[in-house]
């Protein structure tokens, strides 16, 4: 590179004049390309699919990429609504690949150094939230979102701002996967034959006890004691985990005969095995929010974040969690104690009161797995 010069990604060519972001995606062609990057998190991949079926449903046309972690690629795969998944492998080999391309619009949705590099890599017509920290990036910016509304209706203001005309968010979108529905229904089979016996849908409610912090995890011994009851009213129960989380379900498990464990789930079986449950039951987390993807009635046990702007979405659902006047918190650790007094709180027979209003009788699966 000669003296003076810049790398390409930063050069002047790389960023447009400014433009009004106010009702932009109607002054876009109708066939455009839009790249949106939503980085992190496994819930916040889920709970983009409701704005983007509103946004979808009223441009068509557009061809939608996402950016995202690739560990939470499997969140929009199979996804009518978006056109290609682009996973986030490393860093300077998303930029190297993004350098090559052109968008319509570059939607940043997550706003962090890494994302506004992502962003300012592809050429194109770059939009970010007017309170991202390197705003000056963007050709023009959105309102900062509304921390006091749902994160689906927050994203979809973020939307309307640019256009879209819905009113509301639409449901979560997972679409079946019929092979790992198959795979799930093998395993199930093979663990725990007697579910088949009948002939009928198999009845069973999924229980992932685990939680990335601890001040969203409740105490393993609770979630044994809160099995043992939804069994003897007639469910079995069968206890997941994501990676590295093993541990956690074996000692549950230990304590809880009768259960079936299934590890080593990809995104998409552990969507299908929710998807022909009963029910979920579990802490805030991603799967959490898998579950509601896939429309399964969900009990959440609420610890240190919002859950007014995090609780499940579009179905049937409950909320067990104590007021705190330091709620919500980052999460991190407990600010206030040395331990996290929000979810220490829930009690089992706070849990088990919920979970006899949400899953009145062991009942029939919503739908047979296939």
């Known amino acids: 590179m000669a003296a003076g010069e810049h790398p390409d990604w930063c050069s002047p060519a790389r960023f447009p004049p400014r433009v009004n972001t106010r009702d932009l995606l109607h002054r876009l062609p109708a066939t455009a390309r839009l790249l949106i990057i939503r980085l992190r998190s496994m819930g916040d991949c889920l709970l983009l699919t409701s704005p983007l079926r509103a946004l979808k ?107 879209v005309r819905a009113a509301s968010p639409p449901p979560l979108r997972f679409e079946h996967d019929p092979a790992a529905a198959h795979r799930i229904t093998d395993r199930l089979k093979s663990l725990a034959p007697s579910l088949f016996e009948s002939g009928a849908a198999p009845r069973y409610l999924v229980m992932h006890p685990a939680a990335l912090m601890e001040t969203k995890r409740w105490a393993a011994e609770r979630f044994v004691a809160l099995g043992g009851w939804l069994q003897r009213q007639g469910h079995v129960v069968v206890l997941t985990c994501g990676p590295g989380e093993e541990p956690l379900v074996a000692t549950i498990a230990s304590a809880m005969p009768g259960a079936v464990t299934m590890t080593g789930l990809s995104i998409p079986e552990l969507a299908e095995l929710i998807r022909g449950s009963s029910g979920y039951v579990g802490n805030d987390s991603g799967p959490m929010h898998l579950a509601t993807a896939v429309g399964a009635p969900t009990l959440a046990i609420w610890g240190s974040s919002s859950a007014v702007r995090w609780h499940p979405w579009g179905v049937d659902h409950r909320v067990v969690q104590n007021a705190f006047a330091c709620n919500p918190c980052p999460g991190y650790r407990c600010l206030v104690a040395d331990s996290p007094l929000c979810i220490e709180s829930v009690t089992v027979e706070q849990v088990q009161r919920a979970a006899g209003e949400l899953f009145r009788s062991a009942g029939t699966n919503r739908k047979l797995l296939q």
């Not at 986030?88 to 998303?94: L, W």
């Open 57 to 163: 449903e009223e441009f068509p046309g557009f061809s939608i990429s996402v950016l995202v972690d690739a560990r939470f690629a499997d969140c929009l795969g199979g996804n009518p609504d978006v056109a290609e998944v682009l996973a986030v492998r490393g860093k300077a080999s998303t930029i190297a690949s993004l350098l090559a391309r052109h968008f319509d619009l570059i939607l940043n949705l997550h706003g962090g150094p890494t994302s506004s590099l992502f962003a300012a890599s592809a050429r194109g017509t770059r939009v970010g939230g007017e309170h991202y920290q390197y705003r000056a990036l963007y050709s023009g910016t959105f309102p900062r979102p509304d921390p006091d509304r749902h994160t689906t209706v927050s994203t979809l203001d973020t939307f309307r701002w640019l256009g």
